[in-house]
């Protein structure tokens, strides 16, 4: 005599039925709802202070200018405490991925017990003294987001993603994510703004 499972022994088992196995008691969180949570609170963090220090009432000079939109360049170099204290320890070795990234990587280097790195998706044709030398060094790298970073698996402990995303189409969006997590051994943090209308 055979033993079929019944329908309801097979509902709870999670079967063919998608994300039932992430209620189950014994399994463990996906990595993707982690930094989906951390991305989510980054971003109340910026839109927080972002309502302080601009506004109609703000300075609003002094948020740095990128092709006519803002760059979330001063809002990194703000979220860096608030960053540093999330992560504590694990917040070794750092990546920053954006436009300015010499300035948040000069000031990433300056946090104690913090290395750092960066990514410049765009061309340096302004770089000041200090820029070059950190890509004379090789602590910054001019690349293309569209390609495999050129690093190991979970290279760093953290990626730091800002206004680097929001110009990609989904087909490269959904490659580069993807390859900014596997250079990340605890978190990717993605600040995004709106791009500019067509």
């Given amino acids: 005599m055979s033993r079929?499972?019944?329908a309801a022994r097979r509902f709870g088992d999670g079967g063919?039925?998608?994300?039932?196995?992430?209620?189950?008691?014994?399994s463990s969180p996906s990595p993707i709802v982690s930094i989906g949570i951390f991305?989510?609170?980054a971003l109340l963090v910026v839109g927080y202070l972002y309502?302080?220090?601009?506004?109609?009432?703000g300075d609003i000079a002094a948020l740095s200018r990128l092709d006519g939109g803002v760059s979330c360049t001063l809002e990194v170099q703000r979220l860096i405490p608030f960053i540093k204290k999330a992560y504590g320890d694990n917040m070794?070795?750092?990546?920053?991925?954006?436009?300015?990234?010499?300035?948040t990587v000069s000031q990433l280097l300056k946090e104690e017990d913090t290395e750092a790195w960066g990514i410049e998706p765009y061309?340096?044709?302004d770089a000041d003294a200090s820029c070059k030398s950190l890509v004379h060094k090789g602590i910054v790298?001019?690349?293309?987001?569209?390609?495999?970073?050129?690093?190991?698996?979970?290279s760093f402990s953290l990626v730091i993603v800002s206004d680097a995303l929001d110009y990609l189409s989904p087909k490269y969006l959904n490659k580069t994510v993807p390859e900014l997590a596997r250079v990340?051994?605890?978190?990717?943090v993605i600040l995004s703004g709106n791009p500019p209308e067509p």
Avoid: M, Q
């Avoid at 070795?93 to 300035?103: I, N």
């Fill in 16 to 26: 063919n039925i998608p994300f039932v196995g992430a209620f189950h008691h014994k």
């Fill in 123 to 125: 061309e340096l044709d």
């Fill in 141 to 154: 790298r001019v690349a293309d987001l569209k390609f495999a970073l050129p690093y190991r698996p979970k």
């Fill in 184 to 188: 990340a051994s605890d978190g990717v």
């Fill in 51 to 57: 309502h302080g220090s601009g506004g109609k009432n």
């Fill in 39 to 41: 991305v989510v609170g």
């Fill in 4 to 6: 079929r499972p019944s």
């Fill in 92 to 103: 070794k070795k750092v990546l920053h991925v954006g436009p300015e990234t010499c300035s």
